[in-house]
């Protein structure tokens, strides 16, 4: 029988155990979905344009629509920006190092070579 390492549990929550109800992420999850669901028939929207309608007539739509189609293009573009920042990874700042030890061109080297002269791998 295999050595094995550690020791058994002792404390804390028993495995499986599911997290406590948090009654104010409920609430604000409850609301987020409420927003981004489609539930407003295009009927009941009153943007003043009645040809706006009839061309969407039996459509629905969300709040979060509604709100865009009431913005600027450039509030839309932030507020899209804004919330791609809550479910898209970061990128990570990434440092490389550019410096050129030879400014050789291909064409430098073949004469180099067909003159006869012996030139190292690392150049």
Known sequence: MPFQKGKPKTG????GTP??????????HEHSVDYFTRNIPA?????GNEEW??????????????????????ERAKAEIE??????PKMQAISADMSVKANKTITDRI????AGEEIPAEE
């Open 12 to 15: 804390g929550r028993a495995k």
């Open 19 to 28: 997290n406590k109800d948090n009654p104010l992420k409920t609430l604000l």
């Open 43 to 47: 009927e009941d929207v009153d943007f």
């Open 53 to 74: 309608k009839q061309k969407h007539a039996g459509e629905m739509f969300s709040h979060y629509e509604l709100d865009l189609m009431s913005m600027k293009a450039s």
């Open 83 to 88: 919330l791609l920042s809550y479910h898209t």
């Open 111 to 114: 004469s180099r070579l067909a």
